[in-house]
């Protein structure tokens, strides 16, 4: 059986399915498709700590689910602007568990991981694998990976 990592950047997915269906994301239906691709043996879901109840419950579902939820504090900036990103601390994650499995499966639309997806497959002959919305999931993302799969309606609350 293949072992696969999964690396979840929530906020990304929060904000791709909100804006194309006006739905959440199911991490419940994404656990079943994830079993049968093989074990799942690190699952990360990278979040941002905002501290209300709404999102502890959220966090909380996804710990009983099987992920690792790491936090990252909310910031926001005397001019107004949040900043929330766990771009790097997912790539250093995704490096360190290469060797070590079969397959990375990604969830996010960022253009920005294109490059990690790219040294996943060439450096380390892993399968690489993006879960992400069809319409905003950058296009040298999709052509990063070997497989993309889209979030559509299967896996929407």
Known sequence: MKKIAVFA???NIYYTTRQAYGRQFN???LWQQLQELGDVVVANAYAIRRDDDQQIKFQDALRHIGFEVKLKP???RSDGSTKGDWDVGI????MEMAP???TIILLSGDGDFDLLM?????RY?????VFGVPMLTANSLINS???FIRIEEDLLL
């Open 145 to 147: 990976v070997d497989r």
């Open 118 to 122: 790219n040294k996943v497959r060439e």
């Open 27 to 29: 991490y419940r239906k």
């Open 100 to 102: 070590e499995v079969d």
């Open 91 to 94: 790539a250093i994650d995704v």
């Open 125 to 129: 002959g892993k399968e690489a694998i």
């Open 74 to 76: 909310f910031i926001q």
């Open 9 to 11: 950047d929530v906020q």
